[in-house]
């Protein structure tokens, strides 16, 4: 749950995902795509520069300053993920999709296959504001 949850760190195979943005194009749409091609492929965890990504995270703000979580994130955006890397490399490299949607930006997207990806940016815990542990019978 820790892993899933972002509350601690994680070691495994993936990818080191580099997309680079010279023209300051690449819209926070694109970098949501980047999030969800990856989740649909199987990413267990992952973080965005120094931001781990949660179930939760927004991607805001305007091509050449976006923000995740309201951290902000320069490019190049480096994407650090576990999950197996042949799926997830091919989900970015679909016709159509993250790296096109990048190439037609002017940037362009790198795609590192690795045995020992860390993820280790940690994401706080919320306090609950109405929920509480139930009592069990």
């Known amino acids: 749950l820790g892993i899933l949850?972002?509350?601690?760190?994680?070691?495994?195979?993936?990818?080191?995902?580099?997309?680079?943005?010279?023209?300051?194009?690449?819209?926070?749409?694109?970098?949501?795509?980047?999030?969800?091609?990856?989740?649909?492929?199987?990413?267990?965890?992952?973080?965005?520069?120094?931001?781990?990504?949660?179930?939760?995270?927004?991607?805001?703000?305007?091509?050449?300053a976006l923000e995740i979580d309201g951290e902000p994130v320069e490019a190049p955006y480096t994407i650090r993920v576990i999950g197996s890397p042949e799926d997830m490399a091919t989900a970015?490299?679909?016709?159509?999709?993250?790296?096109a949607m990048v190439n037609q930006r002017r940037g362009d997207v790198a795609i590192t296959p690795s045995q020992d990806v860390v993820v280790d940016a940690l994401r706080p815990l919320d306090t609950p504001q109405y929920a509480e542990p139930a009592e069990e019978d």
């Open 92 to 99: 970015l490299s679909i016709p159509g999709g993250v790296s």
């Open 5 to 64: 949850n972002g509350t601690v760190a994680a070691r495994g195979p993936g990818l080191d995902v580099v997309i680079r943005d010279p023209a300051d194009r690449v819209t926070a749409g694109v970098v949501l795509n980047a999030i969800q091609e990856l989740r649909g492929a199987g990413a267990e965890t992952m973080q965005i520069d120094g931001v781990r990504i949660g179930v939760s995270s927004a991607i805001t703000g305007e091509p050449g």
